[in-house]
């Protein structure tokens, strides 16, 4: 990327779990997508920290503000990871389809959230299993 002094707007900010297993393997799937530019954090648990109102939650939208007045942001990018010890992990699930739809609905009532804060703002539900990340 070239010129990123004169680069000041920008589509995306992504939310991710801290778990160090998936960050890289996120922001290089993330930076195929997005050019290499891209706000990005990440709260414990992802979808959770967005659902328990509290101060991560507070945390997230005080840098979505920041994204938004600075970088011009258009989308928000939550992604749930498998095995997520915030959830309990992979022992509370049956199957990793069980987990995956889990986590799937957890993604809706994280976007719901969001959309009601930030209508303007497009909310993308992800997914990062063993093999793959996806959009779900
Ligand atoms: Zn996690």
Known sequence: MSNLKELHHWDVMVLSCIDGRFVKR???????????VFDYRTEVGCSKAIIDSGIDRERF???VDVAKRLHSIKEIWLVDHIDCGAYGGSKEQTSAESEREFHR???????KIVSLKYPELNVKMIYASWDEIEVI
């Open 105 to 111: 609905n957890k993604l809706i009532e994280a976007q």
């Open 26 to 36: 996120v922001v290089d799937w993330v930076a195929t997508q997005q050019n290499d």
């Open 61 to 63: 939208f005080s840098a």
